[in-house]
């Protein structure tokens, strides 16, 4: 029978008295709060902020997990499409999607845009989240054909290595697709700061250059956050949560281009425009 496990004493009271249903594991959890907690922390540098942030997402948890078995009573003609995630998976993120939310709401409030570094770790969550809401061939475009330099045909090898799983028929001029559709998101969402220019044969990609060793340990750290968590590297052909691991921690990325034989050092910094470090003074919206 599983126990009824309360949150720790120093978790706020929005948290401790949070009862969204009868069931055994309804509260949350003393280590996934403080799992969420830590992630809130690492992700905004605010102590005060962090916190709302976590008790945000736990507020939505057990909404989120209901609709996410809700999806079962569907019956696609093909195989399911979107990833399912476990508890623990949800609420990461979820702490990913209330980050967003404030800093969202801090950019739009405060008159210090972020500066490049900032801008950088949050284009990349921002594109590699959204990617990772779909599928495991979103992660595999958003990482290899947007973060990185691979070319289609690198990417297709990739996907191939990981056996993704097919969507019906899909080919390069897909892949393209789903490229396309990740920048025109991600251009949305960085608007001020990013421009989108043509490259060779006509594709796009955001105005940058390689990145240099800084840029490079500010992508890296930021996919370490992004990884999946209680997932590890695994064999080709395994769940969906494994292949995504596979395709965002950056060691086993390493491991799977090297394998390859493609280049392990081949990323894209964005050229932002952008202004001095932000500040931890604003307050964050639907808390």
């Known amino acids: 029978m599983t126990s009824r496990s309360s949150p720790p004493e120093d978790a706020p009271r929005s948290v401790r008295g949070f009862v969204p249903s009868s069931s055994a594991d309804s509260l949350i959890e003393p280590d996934a709060w403080r799992r969420a907690l830590e992630l809130a ?33 569907y019956r696609p003609k093909g195989r399911r499409t979107k990833v399912w995630r476990s508890r623990l998976q949800m609420l990461q993120q979820l702490v990913f999607e209330a980050t967003d939310t404030w800093e969202r709401h801090h950019e ?31 992660v595999g475009v958003a990482v290899c054909s947007v973060l990185h330099r691979y070319t289609t045909p690198e990417t297709l090898a990739v996907l191939d290595d990981i056996a993704c799983p097919k969507e019906g028929h899909w080919d390069e001029s897909y892949l393209r697709g789903r ?31 390689p990145a240099n060793a800084d840029e490079r340990a500010t992508v890296r750290g930021t996919l370490e956050t992004l990884t999946p968590w209680d997932t590890a590297c695994e064999p080709s052909g395994l769940e969906e949560m494994a292949q995504i691991h596979r395709l965002i921690h950056p060691r086993s990325f390493e491991r799977l281009v090297q394998r390859l034989g493609l280049d392990t050092v081949g990323l894209w910094a964005p050229s932002f425009r952008s202004a001095p470090e932000i500040s931890c003074e604003s307050h964050a919206p639907g808390v």
């Open 41 to 73: 922390r690492v992700l905004l540098r605010c102590d005060e902020q962090a916190t709302h942030v976590a008790v945000l997402a736990v507020s939505r948890l057990e909404s989120r997990l209901r609709r996410q078995t809700n999806r079962l009573r």
């Open 108 to 138: 739009a409030n405060d008159v210090k845009p972020p500066n490049g570094n900032v801008l950088l770790r949050r284009y990349v969550r921002f594109l590699v989240q959204t990617a990772a809401q779909r599928n495991a061939l979103h």
């Open 179 to 209: 490229k396309r559709l990740l920048l025109d998101e991600t251009h949305a969402r960085f608007a001020p700061w990013l421009d989108l220019e043509s490259g060779r044969c006509g594709t796009r990609r955001f105005r940058g250059r």
